[in-house]
Antibody, heavy 117, light 110 residues
Framework: QVQLVQSGAEVKKPGASVKVSCKASGDTFSTYGLSWVRQAPGQGLEWMGWISAYSGHTTYAQNLQGRVTMTSDTSTSTAYMELRSLRSDDTAVYYC??????????WGQGTLVTVSS | EIVLTQSPGTLSLSPGERATLVCRASQSISSSYLAWYQQKPGQAPRLLIYSASSRATGIPDRFSGSGSGTDFTLTISRLESEDFAMYYCQQYGSSPETFTFGPGTKVDIK
């Protein structure tokens, strides 16, 4: 059974950066793509981008271009999402999700990132 | 870029009733790339349906998906207490490459 375990909650000041990790187990890491999805308090789901763990190819949501970087380390089966120049509206729960074009079959438990001065 | 809308915003039903949730795309999409998720408070989303009509592993058969083109439906044949939750549809588009979520439908107890 595939498991995705994310790093713990973070509190950051506006303008800072945050890096969230997502460690996969139970399957070949390179199987499927790894996406990041966030959810602001009381809001819906927002796709942020995805990375092919096999090739390292990335695609980012247009509204986050230039502020987000997704990477993966196949030796540790871990994916990372770094978001820079944080603003208060980046406060959200950040999820990693593993899947294909057909859907995300596996999800991490979520990481709360709070941006506050 | 394709936009997904979901209706109704909230569906108030009683256990045992049938729920019909609709997801509409701003332009025709491949049914292969339409998925439905369930999310309960404080939990990560869970995949229910992929490729418009295929149930994910472990999903009860009271959940079914259908549709094509721009109109897709998630049906819960007989609501059970654990089914009261938020439901999101999602589509993959290749140009530009993006995974878009709908705004969600909340199914709550009447």
């Amino acid at each position: 059974q595939v498991q995705l375990v994310q790093s713990g909650a973070e509190v950051k000041k506006p303008g800072a950066s945050v890096k969230v990790s997502c460690k996969a187990s139970g399957d070949t890491f390179s199987t499927y793509g790894l996406s990041w999805v966030r959810q602001a308090p009381g809001q819906g789901l927002e796709w942020m981008g995805w990375i092919s763990a096999y090739s390292g190819h990335t695609t980012y949501a247009q509204n986050l271009q230039g502020r987000v970087t997704m990477t993966s380390d196949t030796s540790t089966s871990t994916a990372y999402m770094e978001l820079r120049s944080l603003r208060s509206d980046d406060t959200a729960v950040y999820y990693c999700a593993k899947g294909t074009y057909y859907g995300y079959f596996y999800w991490g438990q979520g990481t709360l990132v709070t941006v506050s001065s | 870029e394709i936009v997904l809308t979901q209706s109704p915003g909230t569906l108030s039903l009683s256990p045992g009733e049938r729920a019909t949730l609709v997801c509409r795309a701003s332009q025709s999409i491949s049914s292969s790339y339409l998925a439905w998720y369930q999310q309960k408070p404080g939990q990560a989303p869970r995949l229910l349906i992929y490729s418009a009509s295929s149930r994910a592993t472990g999903i009860p058969d009271r959940f079914s998906g259908s549709g094509s083109g721009t109109d897709f439906t998630l049906t819960i044949s007989r609501l059970e207490s654990e089914d009261f939750a938020m439901y999101y549809c999602q589509q993959y588009g290749s140009s530009p490459e993006t995974f878009t979520f709908g705004p969600g439908t909340k199914v709550d107890i009447k």
